[in-house]
């Protein structure tokens, strides 16, 4: 049986229904309640909110979260999601950068570092790269660039288009740093910066590492590969 959020309840406040909603086994009263919950915009829901991002395991319920939070005040919400940035939990850094990425305060931007940019849980690398550049400031792009662009090569296709638009969306700086990785001695990374190089001059163009080729040549040694392509 579905669950029902009560609206008007004698025996709690508002705040105590929300609360208890927001953990309820059905996912769409949780997605009830984060509804409520955003379109009240209570600022004494912050750290409900922020909490349950953490453990949510409902996509469309996390981003939810995160819309009720971009409602509330930026002074309350920013401080508490740079805390969940340090914790143990991915999902929690993951969610928090994403929703700072949303909110957009450039306030935000020192603490974003290299630790998260380079983070070993692939998600929440991804959400720090998203984040990056909503909130870098104006002459550090070239730096982001940079640092983005030494993870050429990283992960499945999923990261490293991931990647890539986190750098086409710095624009034309990035060609610096993309002929670093072109000239890499490493094949897939020369295969992302090619791949990253075409969605820059076409941000419509099929999105295509020649991974399998560039895994090959690691495999067989590029002057095996000449010998056999002759």
């Known amino acids: 049986m579905q669950e029902v959020v009560i609206i008007n309840s004698p025996q709690n406040s508002p705040d105590e229904r929300l609360v208890?909603?927001?953990?309820?086994?059905?996912?769409?009263?949780?997605?009830?309640?984060?509804?409520?919950?955003?379109?009240?915009?209570?600022?004494?829901l912050v750290e409900a909110l922020v909490a349950r991002c953490a453990v949510e395991l409902d996509f469309f319920v996390r981003d939810m979260l995160?819309?009720?939070?971009?409602?509330?005040?930026?002074?309350?919400?920013?401080?508490?999601?740079?805390?969940?940035?340090?914790?143990?939990?991915?999902?929690?850094?993951?969610?928090?950068?994403?929703?700072?990425?949303?909110?957009?305060?450039?306030?935000?931007?020192?603490?974003?570092?290299?630790?998260?940019?380079?983070?070993?849980?692939d998600e929440v690398a991804r959400s720090a790269w998203r984040a990056a550049v909503v909130l870098v400031p104006a002459g550090e792009e070239k730096g982001l660039a940079a640092e983005l662009a030494a993870q050429l090569g990283r992960g499945d296709r999923l990261v490293q288009l991931s990647l890539s638009r986190a750098l086409v969306a710095l624009g034309d700086m990035i060609e610096p740093a993309l002929r670093t990785g072109l000239a890499s001695n490493d094949p897939v990374v020369r295969a992302h910066a090619r791949a990253t190089e075409l969605l820059l001059r076409d941000p419509e163009a099929v999105f295509a590492p020649d991974v399998d080729e560039a895994k090959r040549i690691v495999a067989l040694g590029p002057e095996r590969v000449e010998a056999l392509e002759c």
């Open 66 to 121: 995160t819309w009720a939070l971009t409602r509330l005040p930026s002074e309350l919400t920013v401080p508490r999601l740079l805390v969940e940035l340090r914790s143990e939990h991915a999902q929690a850094r993951s969610q928090a950068l994403h929703t700072l990425s949303k909110i957009g305060d450039e306030n935000a931007w020192p603490a974003i570092t290299r630790s998260l940019l380079r983070d070993a849980d």
């Open 20 to 44: 208890a909603a927001l953990s309820a086994e059905n996912s769409s009263t949780r997605l009830q309640a984060v509804l409520a919950v955003g379109t009240q915009s209570d600022p004494g």
